[in-house]
């Protein structure tokens, strides 16, 4: 005890040490980005306008993180200790746990309806019930690809740009409606993940990400470039919109979803019903993934994750193992842009991005790879966080009129994952339980595999 005291003051030194270089580095990289902010005056000409008390605030912040995160670490470092841990507390109840948050999530959108009334649940139900679930779905499936095959994708967005015009095309230029849409964009955007598989059956990380992005940015161009298929940057509007069994959310008084159930009409309907759909399109692609695991074809993935050199061994074919990877993830992604188009009655290539790509592929390493549960916390924090930041108007009043929080997500993107790289390398929920066990089932801690799938 008396050594790790008299090694405080050292460390405490080259913590402050540590923190001022961070600060200086900040105080670097934020000019003139953050120090000065462009704006147009009265004459209309354009002016500097210096934000320094925003810029030291950052300053400060990158310090105080900086000291509490070495002094963090080098307290771990010192006081290392290996820990066993016995079965967690709420393994019997886990199970109530899932049919709880189910119950929460279909009750939901009439929770919020029955304290906002109509106006105010549209906001919520849209923004925070069907915007969060599009991206647990689509995490959902890409955790099959690189969470359980262990295959990095950097291009998945291009299967969820399949989707959604597959349906805008189809529905647009052939009158199809969106019940028969759904299952062709998830079947085409299935072929174009079996296209892209192939010529990666050879490559395996740096590589594969490398080539899974160029095919991301490549269907992109397509889209952009070939304006007699696409309309190019324009897009496709006037979407078809949902209906109900045949009955649309509209305001008529005959053939209408209120006319028929003798209600008033409203556009929270429509919200309401879309809600009800992604909802039941991500648990759907829950129940499968899972599923799926226990089969065969699952423990192959979770086999050509661990080692492909031995997964060869065990007689396992790694080319139809990739391929019904790349295939049930591009499937899912299908269905979600499917769900997208019909959603905004729009599409373009500006909403396939690779920023896109990268915010799914964030949602899965945040989460924890292979996680389920792991995935809806992370697009919660994620998507849920950006949408919060809309409602921080306070925050205009101390960085001044100009200040928007939601030019900073990405930032503070950046910092959570720097962050859960320090703290929690193997993602929120960095154990899961495993595929088959002998005699009792028990979850396998991260911190005992050496890659840290768990």
């Keep these: 005890m008396a050594s790790e ?25 934020e000019f003139p980005i953050i120090d000065y902010q462009a704006a147009a005056n009265i004459d209309n000409r354009l002016v500097l306008t210096s934000r320094f008390g925003l810029a030291m605030t950052i300053v400060a912040i990158v310090f105080i993180a900086r000291v509490s995160i070495y002094l963090y670490q080098t307290r771990v470092v010192a006081r290392a200790v290996v820990k066993v841990k016995g079965p967690s507390v709420f ?59 262990g ?43 079996m296209i ?28 952009i470039n070939w304006t007699d298929f696409s309309n190019g940057y324009a897009g496709i509007s006037s979407i078809p919109h949902i209906t109900f069994f045949g009955l649309p959310f509209d305001d008529d008084d005959h053939g209408t979803f209120s006319s028929f159930f003798h209600i008033a009409y409203s556009p929270i309907h429509r919200t309401i019903f879309l809600y009800f759909l992604i909802l039941t399109l991500a648990l759907t692609t829950n129940f499968v993934t899972i599923r799926l695991r226990r089969l065969p074809i699952g423990r192959a993935w979770e086999a050509l994750r661990e080692d492909e050199i031995a997964c060869r061994s ?37 909403s396939f991005t690779f920023v896109e790509s990268s915010t799914i592929l964030a949602i899965v390493v945040l989460g ?19 949408e919060i930041l809309r409602e921080l108007e306070f925050l205009k009043a101390i960085f001044g009129k100009g200040f928007d929080p939601v030019q900073y997500r990405m930032l503070l993107f950046g910092l959570a994952m720097v962050l859960m790289m320090i703290w929690r390398p193997r993602g929120i929920i960095s154990s899961r339980m495993p595929s088959i066990f002998l005699a009792e089932r028990k979850s396998i801690s991260g911190a005992n595999v050496s890659e840290g799938h768990g």
């Design 5 to 29: 005291n008299s090694a405080s003051p050292s460390r405490l030194a080259l913590a402050l040490k540590e923190g001022v270089i961070a600060a200086l580095l900040a105080a670097l990289l």
């Design 91 to 149: 393994a019997p109840y886990v199970q109530w746990i899932n049919y709880a948050g189910i119950a929460a999530l279909v009750v939901f959108p009439f929770v919020i309806l029955t304290l906002l009334g109509s106006g105010g649940a549209l906001k919520w139900v849209n923004n925070y019930g069907v915007q969060i679930l599009i991206y647990v779905m689509l995490g959902w499936g890409l955790n099959i690809v690189v969470g359980l095959a």
């Design 151 to 193: 295959l990095l994708d950097l291009g998945y967005v291009a299967f969820y740009a399949v989707g959604a015009y597959s349906y805008a095309l189809l529905s647009t230029k052939f009158g199809l409606s969106f019940w028969i849409c759904l299952p062709l964009a998830g079947i085409l955007a299935a072929l174009w993940g």
């Design 196 to 223: 892209l598989g192939f010529p990666v059956l050879r490559l395996r990380g740096d590589y594969l990400a490398i080539v899974t992005l160029a095919f991301g940015e490549i269907i992109r161009t397509v889209l």
């Design 314 to 350: 065990l007689g396992i074919n790694t080319t139809t193992t990739k391929l019904t990877a790349f295939a049930m993830g591009a499937m899912f992604a299908g269905f979600a842009g499917s769900f997208f188009a019909v959603r905004q009655g729009f599409v373009s290539p500006e």
């Design 368 to 386: 924890g790879m292979g996680s389920q549960m792991g995935v809806v916390l992370a697009a919660i924090l994620m998507i849920g966080g950006t």
